[in-house]
């Protein structure tokens, strides 16, 4: 049997925002460890609704 490389071997990660997990992205690879948000969109959220 040949070597199987699965798509999904992405890490990911839960969004603290929409509590929705996401997959690791291209954009996302120099800062993975600091990534809580799935969009700039939860980002925006997140940070706002600390209150
Ligand atoms: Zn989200």
Redo the contacts with the bound molecule.
Sequence with gaps: MAKMRKKSDLPSKI?L??Q?P?IWRKKWERDWEGVK???DK?RGIGSAGAR
């Design positions: 969004c925002a929409c929705r996401f948000y799935c969009s939860c």
